[in-house]
């Protein structure tokens, strides 16, 4: 998975910023989901990712892997990454 190439993002002290250049909208993740871009951008599963959520954070597996899905879904809804 990728960003789009017309994304650039940024980290903040509370997440992530996304910038699609070719529109000028933006968009804003907390830390949590600011993570799991990360992780999806350097090749992790969702399922890995909702595993390591629900271990670091002891949350219930499904709904860690909710929030995985919930995020993925908007990314690829508002076509900020590719895959």
Same mark, same amino acid.
């Given at each position: 998975m990728h960003l789009h190439p017309d994304v650039v993002s940024t980290d903040t !002290? !509370? +997440?992530?910023?996304?910038?699609?250049?070719?529109? +000028?909208?933006?968009?804003?993740?907390?830390?949590? +989901?600011a993570h799991v871009l990360r992780e999806l951008l350097a090749g992790h599963t969702p399922n890995d990712i909702a595993a390591d959520l629900a271990a670091r954070h002891h949350i219930d597996s499904t709904r860690a892997e909710q929030d995985v899905t919930a995020v993925l879904t908007q990314l690829r809804t508002a076509d900020l990454v590719t895959t």
């Open positions: !002290d !509370d +997440g992530t910023v996304l910038l699609n250049q070719r529109t +000028g909208r933006y968009w804003q993740l907390n830390t949590t +989901g």
